[in-house]
């Protein structure tokens, strides 16, 4: 799966709930090569990712889960901190080849809108920038908790058109271990990072989204360079 996933992009951000309260059968569903997005982050950083695979579960209650494999590949950095390079991985939550299981629990559900509980935990495998040595991988386990707020801004059902925005304020940890702590890092972040997520954006049509997302670790050792927060616009387009 990881030479699969080496050699195909991969994503899938956020799943959203497209269902009205009216429909509340099970649904059961795997997508391949689905979505494919464009990014850009303050830190100087272009790349490109593409969804591999996703299996999503519907449940009657309005539950929500499922798996996303996905992977990210850099296109362009103008970065000359090899610190921060590594970083925008670890920020990104489509960072490197990952794997991730997430959940969605019902909160509220209006003919308009809804309001879930989401987790998120997984795995990246990302290529980095080694400070020292000859190393080209490190290993990050993740995980995010947060509620997102879904809203239908505009629709017409017999033109198909449709407007969707959300919100999606999270809390998050990213796990690195010590050996390429000082590798990756020079021993500038903590074992465990923790931090804050902002996603927000609109997407048309199902098929296109404009993604704005806000990150940022609380707790590095150095926070002149690895505490900042970090910025990212992307555009997807879903097939």
């Not at 991969?10 to 059961?28: V, W």
């Not at 407007?163 to 050996?179: C, K, N, R, T």
């Not at 903590?190 to 048309?204: A, D, K, N, P």
């Amino acid at each position: 799966m990881l030479f699969i996933t080496s050699v195909n992009l991969y994503s899938q951000l956020l799943r959203l709930d497209y269902r009205s309260p009216e429909k509340k059968e099970s649904q059961f569903k795997i997508s391949l090569f689905k979505q494919y997005m464009l990014g850009v982050n303050t830190l100087g950083h272009l790349d490109l990712s593409g969804e591999l695979m996703s299996i999503n579960y519907s449940g009657s209650s309005g539950f929500m889960g499922g798996l996303s494999v996905m992977g990210t590949t850099t296109l362009f950095y103008s970065n000359d901190d090899d610190k921060k390079n590594n970083l925008t991985h670890l920020l990104n939550p489509i960072g490197g080849i990952n794997g991730s299981l997430y959940f969605l629990f019902a909160l509220q559900k209006k003919e308009k809108s809804s309001l879930k509980l989401s987790s998120r935990l997984g795995i990246k495998w990302i290529q980095g920038s080694a400070l020292k040595g000859f190393e080209n991988y490190f290993l990050s386990r993740y995980g995010a908790l947060g509620s997102v707020y879904q809203r239908i801004l505009f629709e017409d059902a017999l033109e198909n058109q449709r407007i969707d925005f959300w919100i999606y304020p999270h809390l998050m940890a990213s796990q690195v271990g010590e050996e390429n702590l000082k590798i990756f890092f020079d021993n500038q972040l903590e074992t465990i990072s923790y931090g804050y997520g902002l996603q927000t954006g609109v997407e048309f049509n199902l098929k296109v989204r404009l993604i704005f997302l806000l990150n940022q670790f609380i707790n590095p050792i150095n926070s002149d360079a690895l505490g900042n927060p970090v910025l990212r616009l992307i555009l997807s387009y879903r097939f």
